[in-house]
């Protein structure tokens, strides 16, 4: 059966050259995720699969803060997707850091958010879904590139004023020497602190027919897929938060969304779908992710997606999948293994 994650994440083609670059192969990669080698030709991956492949990198590179300045040196501009390639083409730094906050919408988990304030421009990463924060790996990758993207659009050798991380990032000192700064670990939030000054500097890369060509492309390409998030996804965010261990009812996920119980059903219904199969599609995309996790047994997965007896769930796994939870747990864990 089709997998019904919607949550999809691509990864650029250029992630995979950029590890062949680095002497880690994407099979190496992959294998180490404990993911079947699919992934590496797939359209997209489940977050959780996402965070896999980061958590695989650091475990492979070794130091945290060595694979991020590593990757993110090493990555060709010309291999970065549209959405990313659109900002290293924009009028000046600020435009770029404006459109890559825009365009991160298109590749969830992570967003940002700017704050220019007296002197400073902060730039706060936050989670989509808080519960699961993400590896420091991509933390520190996400952070470090912000500024790789203002120092090849500048050719200018741009620092920060200060850097923030949530969790240890390895060797800090090396960490302050690509950033410029001081870098400060175990921090209440990931921030990336630059001089608002260094906002105005022109980017030598500047392509005017071609931001022409692509914004239109990006823009729409945005508009449609926030559509078809909507309120669908939204709803289905919400019941990924409030599954454990009960059923969440309608009128607890309208409230949350301050809307009435018949809005809520009316706007579905105006989407081609309901509250009931949206709640099903979410306890179908998350048996699938917890049962391809060993840690968890079959009685835990049940009381994490809602069901409050092991043979409701069994009875739901096979009208989804015809088959039972363990044995599609020993075949799909033993093929990611085996690839």
């Not at 059966?1 to 990669?29: A, N, V, Y």
């Not at 669908?232 to 009812?249: F, N």
Request: charged share 25%; hydrophobic share 35%.
């Amino acid at each position: 059966m089709k997998d019904l994650t919607s949550d999809r994440i691509k990864f650029p083609l250029g992630f995979w050259s950029g590890l062949h670059l680095l002497g880690i192969s994407s099979h190496e990669l992959v294998r180490q995720a404990r993911l079947p080698l699919t992934i590496i030709t797939e359209q997209g991956v489940t977050t959780s699969q996402y965070f896999a492949i980061w958590q695989a990198y650091a475990e492979l590179i070794g130091d945290i803060a060595h694979g991020i300045i590593k990757l993110v040196t090493v990555f060709e501009t010309a291999k970065y997707p549209p959405s990313v390639l659109a900002t290293y083409h924009a009028r000046d730094y600020r435009d770029a850091l404006n459109r890559m906050v825009r365009y991160k919408q298109m590749c969830p988990p992570e967003s940002l958010h700017i704050t220019e304030e007296g002197e400073n421009c902060i730039i706060e990463l936050n989670w989509l879904t808080t519960e699961q924060p993400g590896p420091a790996m991509l933390v520190g990758i996400t952070l470090a590139y912000l500024l790789e993207l203002g120092r090849r659009g500048t050719g200018k050798p741009l620092q920060a004023k200060y850097v923030e991380f949530s969790e240890p990032m390895g060797d800090v000192k090396l960490l302050e020497a690509y950033f410029g700064c001081n870098v400060a670990v175990g921090a209440g939030s990931n921030r990336l602190t630059l001089y608002r000054r260094d906002l105005e500097r022109p980017f030598v890369s500047y392509n005017e027919e071609l931001l022409e060509m692509l914004t239109p492309v990006l823009d729409r390409s945005l508009d449609e897929q926030q559509r078809r998030r909507s309120l669908s996804e939204m709803v289905k965010w919400i019941l990924k938060r409030s599954l454990t261990g009960g059923r969440p009812d309608m009128h607890t996920v309208a409230k949350e969304l301050g809307m009435s119980d018949r809005t809520l059903q009316r706007q579905l219904s105006d989407e081609s779908t309901s509250f009931q199969q949206l709640l099903t599609q979410v306890r179908h995309e998350q048996a699938r992710e917890y049962l391809a996790d060993p840690s968890f047994d079959i009685k835990e997965v049940a009381f994490m997606i809602g069901y409050e007896d092991q043979n409701s769930f069994y009875r739901a796994f096979r009208n989804w999948e015809d088959d039972t939870p363990s044995n599609w747990r020993a075949a799909n864990v033993t093929c990611a293994t085996e690839d």
